[in-house]
Structure formats: C-alpha cells, structure tokens
T-cell receptor, first 111, second 121 residues
Framework: QSVLTQPPSVSGAPGQRVTISCIGSSSDIGAGFDVHWYQQIAGAAPKLIIFHNGDRPSGVPDRFSGSRSVTSASLAITGLRAEDEADYYC???????????FGGGTKLTVL | QVQLQESGPGLVRSSGTLSLTCVVSGGSINSNNYWNWVRQSPGGGLEWIGEISQSGNTNYIPSLKSRVTISKDMPKMQILLTMTSVTAADSAMYYCARGGWGNPGDALDLWGQGTVVIVTS
C-alpha cells in the first residue's frame, strides 16, 4: 500500500491538458517535504521530470509543470503528445519514518 | 557524465541472500549525494528500499530494515545492496539511483537501467 495516493489512470486526447494528483499526509507532504515526479515509459527506467515541487530538469519540456499545496501535489501536462503515454509517479519524504515514499503510479493514456 | 550500472545474480534461492552491485562511472562516489536503491515488482509500482549518504549514514524503509544493508565500496566505485531471507515477494527489477541534492529524500536525478531479480523455490 502506497503512502502517497495517485489515481490509477488518466487519459486525454492529443493537445489536451491533463492533471495527476498526489495526496499525502501530515507526515510527508503536509510536513513540508518536497514532491518530485517521474515518468516511466514502458520497459525503461524512471526519469525525473519535476523536482522540488515545480522545478524542471534541463531538457524536460515546459509542457510539464508541478505544484504543491498543503498535503497534496499535482502534475500538469499540457499539449498532450503521443510520447507522453507512460506511468507517472510522485515521490516525497516521510519524516516520521525517515523514508522516501512513492505514490502508486498513474498510467497516462493518450487517446 | 555520471552513469550507474546495476548487476546481480538474476536468480536467488528462496530464504537465501541477495547481493546487488551498482557501479558509478564518470563521477565520484564520494560526492555530496545520497545513493538509493528502488525496486519495482512485475506490473507494480516503485518501492523505495533505502539510501546511503556521503558519510555512510543509511536510511531504510521500515518494512525491509531488518533484512537490508546498503554500503559503499569506495575503491571499486560501487554501491552495494544486500538483502537476507528473500522470498518470492522480493522478485523485482532493482534500480540504483542518485539523490541529486545531498539531502535524504532527495529527487532521484540519475537512474541505472536496473537489474532483474527472480527468487526461486
């Protein structure tokens, strides 16, 4: 059972905007720990696409953006493209467990 | 350009000990980073296993803490994972990943390709 809660799946047509939520608790996101997001294309290792809630590594398109509120975070993808079809995971830190924690992952389907 | 490459035995006997190696190339293993192990069961999500800091401090997920040890072999530039008393539930792809900013719980900005572990009875 994942500590961070994500929807199992989301979908959208090319060009549309989709958002993926990541719900935490008072011991992780709610405690002020940063949220990071990863993209995992089938058969490949995860790739960091958002760090420290909303920063993008070099080379990640600005179609990807992240935000954080009190005990949750969101990943938004605008201008959906076929190559965005992948699994997306959020990650934060649980201060009470001294452990990193992942969400269960969200499968994005581009229709 | 820093790269990570995991390796392991592939198959491990149930109740045995799993030993995995992550070779760090193109950079220093003694940099101000946390080095992490993450696993993913077939068709499943990512599960963080643990991390080791520049100074050798370790943190582990509580559910695995009694069975897991993460260490560093500085001369060989390797991050090591040892897991005892393995069961079929430990069958997974195991990834080595670098925490990018020198803090526990960092974003993992560099990943290896992973190594598959299958626990056999």
């Amino acid at each position: 059972q994942s500590v961070l809660t994500q929807p199992p799946s989301v979908s959208g047509a090319p060009g549309q905007r989709v958002t993926i939520s990541c719900i935490g608790s008072s011991s992780d996101i709610g405690a002020g720990f940063d949220v990071h997001w990863y993209q995992q294309i089938a058969g490949a290792a995860p790739k960091l696409i958002i760090f420290h809630n909303g920063d993008r590594p070099s080379g990640v398109p600005d179609r990807f953006s992240g935000s954080r509120s009190v005990t949750s975070a969101s990943l938004a993808i605008t201008g959906l493209r076929a190559e965005d079809e992948a699994d997306y995971y959020c990650q934060s830190y649980d201060g009470s467990l001294a452990s990193s924690v992942f969400g269960g992952g969200t499968k994005l389907t581009v229709l | 350009q820093v790269q990570l490459q995991e390796s392991g035995p592939g198959l491990v006997r149930s109740s045995g000990t799993l030993s995995l190696t992550c070779v760090v190339s193109g950079g220093s293993i003694n940099s101000n980073n946390y080095w992490n192990w993450v696993r993913q069961s077939p068709g499943g999500g990512l599960e963080w296993i643990g991390e080791i800091s520049q100074s050798g401090n370790t943190n582990y997920i509580p559910s695995l803490k009694s069975r897991v040890t993460i260490s560093k072999d500085m001369p060989k530039m390797q991050i090591l994972l040892t897991m005892t008393s393995v069961t079929a539930a430990d069958s997974a792809m195991y990834y080595c990943a670098r925490g990018g900013w020198g803090n526990p719980g960092d974003a993992l900005d560099l990943w290896g390709q992973g190594t598959v572990v299958i626990v056999t009875s």
